[in-house]
C-alpha cells in the first residue's frame, strides 16, 4: 500500500540515492585509475573531437569522389604535414624570434610599464587624473610583478608541459583517424542503449546535437581564423611589437566566449602601453573593431544565427567548467552544456507527450 504513495516513493528513492553517494564515497580510492586515465585522455579526445568535425565534411567528399575512407583520410594527413613543413619554414623562425625576445625582455617587463606611467605622470594633459593616485600605480605595478613572477616559476613546469604534449602527438593522430574511418559506427551503438520504443526520438536527438556541434566548432574556427589575421595586419600598421605572437595567442582565447576576447586583450594592451599610451590605445581600439567586425559583420553571414543561449548563461557556464576542469573545462563548458540542453528538451518533450496521451 505503501508503495503506491507517491511521497514514498519519492522519499524511498532519495535515501537509496543518497546510500548511493554515500557507500560510493567510500571506495572512491577504487576508481582514482580510471580517473587517471579520463585526464590522460581528455586532451587529445577534446581534440580530436573538435577535428573531427572539422575534417569530416572532407572526408565525406572525398568518399563520394570515389576514394576510400581511409585512403582520404590518409591523405588528409598528408596535407597536413606539408602545411606543418611551410609553417616550420615560413612563420616559425619570426614567431622563434618574436618569443626569444618577449622571454629576455620578461624580467624587465614592470620597470617599462613603470616608466610609462612616471612619463604620464609628468604631462600636464594627463597629470590631474594621477593625483592620488600613486597607491593604484603601485598596486598595478605589484600585480604584475606577480604575474611576471608566476610566469617565471611556471617554467619550471616545462617537462610536464612537454610531456603531455608527446602524449598528445602520439595519441592524437590514431584516435582521430578511427574516429574519421567509423564514425557511422557509435550512433548505432548509442542507440542500442535507448529503448526500442524511443529510438525514433533517439535518432533524432544525436542528428541534433550533431548539428549543433558541428555548426558550433566549424563556424568558431573560421571566425577566429578570420580575426586573428585582422588583428595581425592591425597591429603590423600601429607598429605593435610581438604582432605575430599576440595575434596568435588571440586566436585560441577568442575561442572562449566572452571572457576570451578580454583575456586576448590584456596582453595586447600591456605590450602596447609599454611602447607608448598611444599605442596602447591604438591595439584596443583594433581589438575592439575586430570583435564588433567578427559579431556584427562576419558572424551573420557564416553562422547564420546565433547560439540558442543567453550571454549571462554563457559566462555562468564558462565560469563553472573552470573551476572544474581548469583551461579544458573553459573549452568543453558551451559545448557540454549545448548537448545537455538538447537531450533535456528531448526528454521534457517525450514526457510531456505520453502524459498528454494518458489524459
Do not use: C
Request: charged content about 15%; hydrophobic content about 55%; proline content about 5%.
Amino acid at each position: 500500500m505503501l508503495l503506491q504513495n507517491k511521497f514514498f516513493r519519492t522519499t524511498l528513492g532519495i535515501i537509496f540515492l543518497l546510500l548511493i553517494l554515500y557507500l560510493g564515497s567510500k571506495v572512491i580510492v577504487l576508481f582514482s585509475p580510471i580517473a587517471t586515465i579520463i585526464n590522460l585522455l581528455l586532451v587529445p579526445m577534446m581534440l580530436s573531437g573538435f577535428l573531427y568535425y572539422l575534417l569530416r565534411p572532407l572526408v565525406n567528399h572525398l568518399e563520394k569522389r570515389k576514394l576510400k575512407r581511409p585512403v582520404s583520410i590518409l591523405l588528409i594527413y598528408l596535407v597536413f604535414i606539408g602545411l606543418i613543413v611551410i609553417f616550420w619554414v615560413a612563420v616559425w623562425p619570426t614567431l622563434q624570434d618574436q618569443i626569444q625576445n618577449f622571454i629576455d625582455n620578461l624580467p624587465y617587463l614592470v620597470q617599462d610599464i613603470q616608466k610609462q606611467f612616471d612619463l604620464l605622470r609628468e604631462n600636464p594633459m594627463f597629470a590631474r587624473f594621477f593625483r592620488g593616485e600613486s597607491d593604484l600605480t603601485v598596486r598595478l605595478t605589484e600585480y604584475l610583478q606577480n604575474a611576471v613572477t608566476w610566469v617565471t616559476n611556471s617554467m619550471s613546469n616545462l617537462i610536464t608541459v612537454i610531456s603531455n604534449i608527446v602524449v598528445v602527438i602520439a595519441t592524437l593522430p590514431v584516435i582521430l583517424y578511427y574516429m574519421l574511418k567509423d564514425s557511422h559506427k557509435l550512433p548505432r551503438m548509442l542507440l542500442g542503449l535507448v529503448p526500442r520504443k524511443y529510438r525514433k526520438e533517439g535518432q533524432e536527438t544525436l542528428e541534433d546535437i550533431d548539428s549543433a556541434l558541428s555548426s558550433f566548432i566549424v563556424t568558431r574556427v573560421i571566425l577566429n581564423l578570420i580575426l586573428g589575421a585582422i588583428l595581425y595586419i592591425g597591429f603590423l600598421v600601429i607598429g605593435l611589437p610581438y604582432a605575430l605572437l599576440l595575434a596568435l595567442v588571440s586566436v585560441p582565447l577568442n575561442f572562449i566566449p566572452y571572457i576570451g576576447a578580454i583575456l586576448s586583450a590584456v596582453p595586447v594592451v600591456i605590450v602596447g602601453f609599454i611602447e607608448s599610451p598611444m599605442t596602447a590605445l591604438w591595439s584596443l581600439v583594433i581589438i575592439i573593431v575586430g570583435q564588433q567586425i567578427q559579431d556584427n559583420l562576419l558572424t551573420p553571414i557564416i553562422y547564420g544565427k546565433s547560439l540558442d543561449v543567453h550571454p549571462l548563461t554563457t559566462v555562468i557556464i564558462v565560469l563553472i567548467g573552470g573551476e572544474f576542469y581548469g583551461i579544458m573545462g573553459v573549452l568543453i563548458a558551451l559545448p557540454v552544456y549545448m548537448t545537455a540542453k538538447i537531450i533535456f528538451l528531448r526528454i521534457y518533450e517525450i514526457v510531456v507527450a505520453e502524459r498528454t496521451d494518458e489524459v
